[in-house]
């Protein structure tokens, strides 16, 4: 399937590190997630207090998008955000479970409860950049080069989106992983399926 | 471009195991609301719509072991398979798969499940549709919140425009379970009596279980009486908040605008909206003041969850389903629950199951995240217009 | 009742996740909604769990709840009259 488009930019967090067209951004010492979200919150200079509120998955998020967004000089409001993982909300959904598991002990919390849906990580993405666009959370067993590129080359093709922020963000087990590329007219990586495969593995 | 049709279709809730049984009630202004005890799910008695375990069962031990499956597999399978077997369309790769849903077998997480917790991953719920079914195509999980089942559509419009496709089964579904009960409780959100969607006596909602499946197909071919078309489709976010509906209902006045426009038709050749109105607060005053925005406020409106309850990763599907047997039938279904305007901007409410020609329907759905679908359908058989 | 403000305050900063907050910078009399604090309906909604998990009082009406975290001072007062634990 040809492409008239472009993968403009991409970036990569994991291990302690974050890192923008395979540049390192940021390199912390081995520790884990919450520890280095917040080391990459300040160091990356994100200013957004309601960053403490959300849950690691949609801190995650956040953080990958607010490298890519933040660096395109021709944002769109029209960005649609596309992502997809394996374990869906699963981290914040144990939380909840603990909650009320127990009833004796049974207080259920709406800050945790509100994150136990993988695309709330997308609603903190459109209130931060403003994206009055075009939403999807689809669930893969392993990353999906396939179905990501059909999707936003379709929201392209039909002018539903005029960029698409496409990607992978997954929290599980302790484990944390995103990879992020923005899609548009213009770049120097084409949009092909194995151009966005070779990314996903560097 | 081509065209993309709905056609085959089945419905399990506890209102009746096929869409025909379903719509019947629904045409006769039936609840499948009742209230339940069950501690399990809840610290006290609760409105809800649940599919009875023993009946499903029942069934499902014709074609499948019962042990092997969850209580969701079991819905989500029977309900697949009615529609796989009326379409007779061979499962070769021109033929995906989405399973939408928001919470999966959510239930596995809790201390008394028979089930290993790893059932709990959503790709696992795909897997076993897959399997089951012997499908040769990746399945495609979508949990997108309460707009995940009407989406689901529109994300199977797109997988066959974009060539990847010829053919898409849809299965959705999400359960009642203490999971999610005890979270909308925990936001206030829970009506001690039958939602009354709009209502001046609205106090929120009821979460309720079904299944629901369709094709969507590109072949014009062997579809069936109630087939429509999808003419347009679009979603916004609101860039407003994650759990309250925005005050100006900014994504969904998008939303339905940019699926007219893909339709290209006016509002006025819109014969009725399916909204979402899940009776809260707020959800249903962003509404009125959405379809006020987009001088909607003469066109029938009804939303369903005074039959159902919010079916969560399956309503917006569900009331596709419905919404296409209320086109074929040439009926408006009544919006139940209804009694007096509560909400701020005037809206033309179904108050009563009537006939009238219809031949376009607009389906919305809303959800946490701020994320707002609108799709429009259009009979597919001119013969019934 | 001074102990019991300065418990709400750094509950308020804990469970809300007010990470650039500090104890010292919320006064008894902010508003702890719209241009104070700048709290939302979540963290309305998770004051009301606090209440009723430390210190047994159960809301029901989320317009109640908006009276009486109106700020630190009200809030105090409240709990000191209706708590059960």
């Known amino acids: 399937m040809s492409s008239n488009h472009y993968i403009q930019a991409f970036v990569h967090i994991k291990n302690e590190t974050v890192s923008l067209h395979g540049n390192t951004l940021l390199a912390a010492p081995k520790t884990d997630f919450s520890t280095f979200s917040k080391t990459a919150y300040k160091e990356l200079g994100t200013k957004y207090p309601k960053f403490f509120k959300m849950d690691r998955l949609s801190k995650l998020a956040f953080l990958a998008a607010d490298v890519l967004l933040k660096n395109d000089k021709d944002p769109q409001e029209n960005t649609a955000i596309v992502l997809s993982n394996r374990a869906s909300s699963l981290d914040t959904d144990m939380k909840h479970q603990n909650t009320i598991a127990d009833a004796a002990n049974y207080y259920p919390s709406p800050a945790v409860f509100v994150y136990t849906l993988p695309n709330i990580c997308i609603g903190e993405i459109s209130i931060k950049h403003k994206l009055f666009s075009e939403n999807s959370f689809f669930i893969f067993d392993r990353f999906n080069a396939n179905y990501l590129f059909d999707y936003a080359e379709s929201l392209l093709k039909t002018k539903k989106a005029s960029k698409v922020l496409c990607g992978w963000v997954e929290v599980d087990a302790g484990n944390y992983e995103a990879f992020l590329y923005l899609v548009s007219d213009t770049g120097a990586i084409k949009h092909t399926i194995k151009e966005i495969t070779r990314l996903y593995k560097l | 471009m081509s065209s993309t049709f709905v056609s085959h279709n089945n419905i399990i809730s506890s209102l009746g195991c096929n869409s025909q049984s379903v719509v019947r009630q629904v045409k006769k202004e039936t609840t499948g609301l009742s209230l339940v005890t069950d501690e399990r799910i809840h610290p006290k008695p609760f409105y809800t719509s649940i599919i009875p375990s023993e009946k499903l069962t029942e069934s499902f031990k014709e074609i499948g072991v019962i042990d092997q499956y969850t209580k969701l597999e079991q819905m989500l399978i029977l309900s697949l398979k009615d529609v796989i077997d009326a379409s007779a369309i061979e499962l070769d790769d021109r033929v995906g798969i989405i399973v939408s849903t928001t919470k999966g077998n959510i239930d596995v997480l809790e201390k008394n499940s028979p089930f290993p917790k790893e059932r709990a991953y959503l790709s696992s719920l795909g897997d076993a549709v897959k399997n089951f079914f012997g499908l040769s195509t990746e399945p495609i999980v979508l949990s997108n919140a309460c707009v995940s089942g009407v989406l689901a559509v529109a994300t199977a419009k797109r997988f066959i425009a974009q060539g990847r496709f010829d053919h898409v089964f849809i299965t959705s579904g999400d359960l009642v379970t203490q999971f999610i009960v005890s979270g909308f409780n925990s936001f206030q959100a829970l009506s001690d009596l039958p939602c009354k969607p709009y209502c001046k006596y609205r106090t929120g909602i009821n979460i309720g279980e079904v299944a629901a499946s369709v094709l969507v197909t590109s072949k014009k071919t062997g579809l069936t009486p109630e087939a429509v078309e999808i003419i347009g489709d679009a979603s916004c976010n609101d860039a407003n908040h994650i759990s309250g509906p925005s005050r100006t209902g900014e994504g969904l006045v998008r939303a339905v605008e940019n699926a007219i426009q893909e339709a290209t038709i006016e509002t006025e050749d819109i014969d009725f909206i399916s909204a979402h109105g899940t009776a809260t607060l707020y959800n249903d005053e962003m509404e009125a003041i959405a379809f006020n925005r987009l001088r909607m406020l003469h066109t029938p409106l009804h939303s369903l969850k005074g039959y159902f309850g919010h079916t969560l990763g399956a309503s917006g599907l569900l009331e596709t389903i419905v919404g296409m047997h209320s086109l074929h039938q040439n009926t408006l279904f009544a919006s139940l629950g209804y009694t007096e305007r509560g909400v701020s901007k005037p809206l033309n409410i179904i108050e009563k199951t009537t006939p009238k020609q219809l031949s376009t329907f607009l389906k919305t759905a809303s959800g946490f995240g701020g994320c707002n679908t609108a799709v429009i359908f259009k009979k597919a058989n001119k013969n019934h217009k | ?85």
């Open chain 3, 1 to 85: 009742m001074s102990d019991l403000k300065q418990e709400l305050k750094e509950k308020i900063i804990e469970q809300l996740n007010l990470e650039d907050v500090a104890v010292e910078e919320i006064g008894d009399n902010d508003a702890l909604f719209g241009d104070g604090l700048g709290l939302d309906s979540i963290d309305a909604l998770e004051l009301i769990v606090m209440l009723d998990k430390d210190y047994g009082i159960k809301l029901s009406d989320p317009k109640e709840g908006r009276k009486i975290f109106e700020s630190v001072e009200v809030m105090a007062n409240y709990i000191s009259e209706h708590r059960t634990k």
